[in-house]
């Protein structure tokens, strides 16, 4: 690797074999990276009760995890317990509710488990 060319240690991020101008993000191989300042922005705002919860998915907070969760869990689930009623053609609004039902639950249990992390529990006051 050749000589960098930055200014000075304090205009750059030095990782491992690599050294990333904070301006361009932008190593010298030519490899970009995500800038640290938005992903901290991206994170979900910390919450302590099951409302707060609901409400953070509902604003769309764990869409681009759940959903793709909720795709491939969802296929699955379809396919293994509704499978055969969409092969023989009796759909019905039953049938229709189970395959929505399907997608649902994992995008809610990924949901829950992508916010768990940042809740807040509040001890009791004595």
Request: one cysteine or more; a positive charge.
């Amino acid at each position: 690797m050749g000589a960098s060319n930055h200014a000075g240690v304090n205009d750059c991020c030095i990782v491992p074999g690599r050294h990333f101008s904070e301006e361009a993000q932008v190593d010298d191989n030519g490899s970009t990276r995500r800038d640290p300042k938005r992903a901290e922005r991206s994170l979900p705002p910390a919450w302590s009760s099951p409302w707060e919860c609901l409400l953070l998915i509902l604003r769309g907070h764990t869409f681009r995890t759940a959903i793709v969760v909720s795709c491939v869990v969802g296929t699955v689930l379809s396919g293994v317990n509704e499978g055969g009623v969409v092969i023989e053609g009796r759909v019905g609004v039953t049938t229709w509710l189970r395959i929505a039902t399907n997608y649902f639950v994992p995008f809610m249990v990924a949901s829950i488990g992508y916010l768990a992390p940042f809740r807040q529990h509040h001890r009791a006051r004595r």
